[in-house]
């Protein structure tokens, strides 16, 4: 839901109101339930997740984000996935 609101519906906005543009993503991510490390690019409205041969060590996982576009705002993006991460890992 995350990824259509910004990607595709434009939802997201930043705190003028702009809807937040996003040109390009990158990034390495963990899903629950995989030990591989994800990787995440993207061009526009088009994105794919790949697992990588890396395997995550120990109990640590990191999330790492790029995003390249017009009217982003940080906050208002790691908020939004934050939230997201949390409400799926909630029972």
Not at 67 to 87: A, M, Y
Request: aromatic share 6%; charged share 25%; glycine share 6%.
């Amino acid at each position: 839901k995350l990824f259509q609101d910004l990607l595709w519906e434009k939802l997201l906005r930043n705190k003028e109101g702009c809807p937040m543009t996003v040109i390009r993503l990158k990034g390495i991510v963990a899903l629950a339930g995989k030990d591989h490390k994800m990787m995440l690019q993207g061009v526009h409205e088009l994105y794919e997740l790949n697992e990588t041969p890396e395997i995550w060590e120990g109990n640590i996982r990191i999330n790492r984000l790029v995003f390249i576009g017009r009217n982003l705002d940080k906050n208002s993006l790691q908020e939004q996935f934050i939230s997201n991460v949390l409400h799926r890992s909630d029972p």
